[in-house]
Each structure stands twice: as C-alpha cells, then as structure tokens.
C-alpha cells in the first residue's frame, strides 16, 4: 500500500522568503502525486498535480514541485511567500481512486 | 456557481443521534467520495462511489451508510453516533476514465463540521 509522508509539521517562515515543504511517497510502478491547500475552515484546493511527463510541475498561486524518482520526493516550493499563503498543506497520491494523504505541514508566513 | 456542496456546514448533535450529510456536485463527475479529517488534521478515505456503485469501502463501522441516489449525489447517514464520530467530513468528486486510471484530481466540498455532544 503507498504511504505518503510529509517530513515538516509546521514550517514557520517571514513574508517574501522562499519556502519548501517536504513529501516522500512510497515507491510504486505509477504514480500521480498531488499538493492540496486548506485555508482555515475551508475545504481542500488543488495547488498542482503529477501524472506523468516534466518532472517540474508548476501550480497556482505561485507554487512549483518537482517530481524526483530516485529520491521519491515531491517537494512543494514557492520563491516568495505572502501573509495569504498561511494555511495547512497535504501532500497525496492516487492509489486505486482514493487519495492517501500525508499528515500535513502548516505553513505560518509572519510579516 | 458552486462545484461540490455540503450541507450542513455545522452539525451539533447528542450521542446516539442519527444524522445525515448531503453532498451534491455539479461537475458531471462519475465518482463521488467521503473523507474524513480528524482533530489533528488528518485525512481518510471512508467510500467511494462510481456511477452509483459502492466501490471502495474502507474500514469503517457499519453505523455509516453512504447513499447515492444519482451520480451527483452522495449522502452520508450515521447511525447512533458517538463522541468519536466528531470530526470534519468532506465530500469529492472527480472524473474517471473508462480505463479505470485514476488519475484525475478530486474536488472537494467545504466540509460539514460534525461534534457529537
């Protein structure tokens, strides 16, 4: 069964610094990797997806991972954070149709 | 307009009560599903249906029942509920292609916030 692991609980960061949340994934013939955002009291939004082809996947608001199979990480970065950037992150994969999730890295960005 | 609703968005209740969730989307999507997000955030998988068709069914106590009348509704009815039964409850959707490659993103409904008194 895949797992999915984000290594960070909560990443602390100051406005306009880059910002890199971690997630390694269990190894798998195929896999399709996802990056969920959920502001407080809201449901989950899709930031970006993996499903096969450029291992660099670009996002909204700013967001870009990198699908790296050796190390079977998918790693979400962003150059510059901004104050609304402030929310829990899950990272996830696709086994069979149901999306196993990570525990989730809250990302704080003080000004 | 919205995509995957829920209502209701908060659900106060005593234990032993039974209630329901409704999740309605409007995508066209195939495939509906329930998750589950406890107190520290984390989320699982409790079902999944494909045009109507139960066809994932985790661990879950059988005091869960999840109904679908058509492909753009899924409910959620719990039996007897208990203080572990608090939590968040999201609805999705997605689109699966007739292959049965399950690769397409799920869209989620804002959640129904559920504590069992």
């Known amino acids: 069964a895949q797992s999915v692991t984000q290594l960070d609980s909560q990443v602390p960061v100051f406005e306009e610094a880059p910002v890199e949340l971690r997630c390694n994934y269990s190894s798998s013939v195929s896999v399709y990797l996802f990056w969920y955002v959920q502001y407080p009291n809201q449901g989950l939004q899709l930031l970006l997806k993996y499903l096969s082809g450029s291992t660099l996947v670009k996002g909204i608001n700013g967001f870009e991972a990198e699908f790296n199979k050796s190390q079977t990480s998918f790693h979400l970065r962003k150059p510059s954070v901004h104050i609304s950037d402030t929310a829990e992150y899950f990272c996830a994969v696709n086994q069979g149709g149901k999306l196993i999730f990570g525990q989730g890295t809250e990302l704080s960005v003080k000004p | 307009d919205t995509a995957v609703s829920q209502t209701p968005k908060y659900l106060v209740t005593q234990m032993g009560n039974d209630k329901s969730i409704k999740c309605e989307q409007n995508?066209?999507?195939?495939?509906m599903y329930w998750y589950k997000q406890d107190s520290k955030k984390f989320l699982k998988i409790m079902f999944s249906?494909?045009?109507?068709?139960?066809?994932i069914n985790e661990t879950v106590p059988n005091r869960f029942s999840p109904k679908s009348p058509d492909k753009a509704h899924l409910n959620l009815h719990i039996n007897s509920l208990e203080l572990g039964d608090s939590a968040v409850y999201f609805c999705?959707?997605?689109?699966?292609?007739?292959?049965?490659?399950?690769?397409?993103?799920?869209?989620f409904g804002p959640g129904t916030r559920l504590t069992v008194t």
């Open positions: 999705a959707s997605s689109q699966v292609r007739a292959s049965g490659i399950y690769a397409y993103e799920q869209y």
């Open positions: 249906y494909n045009n109507k068709e139960l066809i």
């Open positions: 995508l066209g999507h195939d495939t």
